[in-house]
């Protein structure tokens, strides 16, 4: 291949390099810390500009509204549902900036996400959906983007731990004195002999 059309090449195509990330584990509780690693894999030399991990909670709600259209001097309307979707919170959490990713690349990065604990659960119905998606992001210069990798995260609200009742049973110790007059043994802390009815000797 000439150098005019590898140069195109370029500008036209990504470069060879994979970014699979991986989870500590699959599901997660509102106020709880997403970690993970993310790979970079080249096949190529090539210059990054920034590679970044995105967490973010997206809302759907289905709605409908009606659409009105005109054919001659007739005017008809109809109801269309659709999905609309915002976004609850995002944060992103930087890998590194501006690099040179050298061909057969296969680094290893880190990364951590906090999930609030005031935030929303992971919730489907047929009219309402909360998601958190996660994703990675590199990208290039001078050339397109790798195409971002995105997986759903499960998060749920953390169920409160019943309140347990402990009942603390108190043993005393009572010490038993012989009584001076009778000889019976008698609690010490008594004032008269409960047999025979004399005042203890202090």
Not at 24 to 31: C, D, I, P, Q, S
Not at 42 to 66: I, Y
Request: glycine share 6%; aromatic share 10%; net charge positive.
């Amino acid at each position: 291949m000439s150098g005019f059309f590898k140069w195109l090449s370029d500008k036209t195509n990504p470069p060879k390099v994979r970014i699979p990330f991986n989870l500590n584990k699959g599901e997660y509780y509102l106020g709880e810390e997403i970690k993970g690693e993310v790979w970079v894999i080249s096949e190529e030399e090539f210059n990054a500009s920034n590679l970044s991990m995105n967490l973010t909670c997206r809302e759907s709600v289905k709605k409908t509204r009606t659409l009105t259209s005109q054919y001659g001097g007739s005017v008809t309307q109809k109801q269309e549902q659709y999905w609309d979707s915002a976004v609850l919170w995002a944060s992103t959490y930087s890998i590194f900036g501006a690099v040179r990713i050298p061909q057969g690349c296969n680094a290893k990065y880190p990364f951590a996400f906090k999930i609030p604990s005031v935030a929303r659960e992971t919730y489907h119905s047929v009219d309402n959906n909360i998601n958190w998606l996660i994703s990675s992001t590199l990208q290039v210069n001078g050339r397109p983007n790798i195409p971002a990798q995105t997986l759903e995260v499960l998060v749920a609200k953390q169920q409160p731990i019943p309140a347990t009742q402990t009942t603390k049973e108190i043993i005393k110790e009572v010490v038993l004195i012989p009584c001076a007059y009778c000889g019976s043994l008698m609690p010490q802390t008594s004032i008269f002999c409960p047999y025979c009815g004399a005042k203890r000797k202090a």
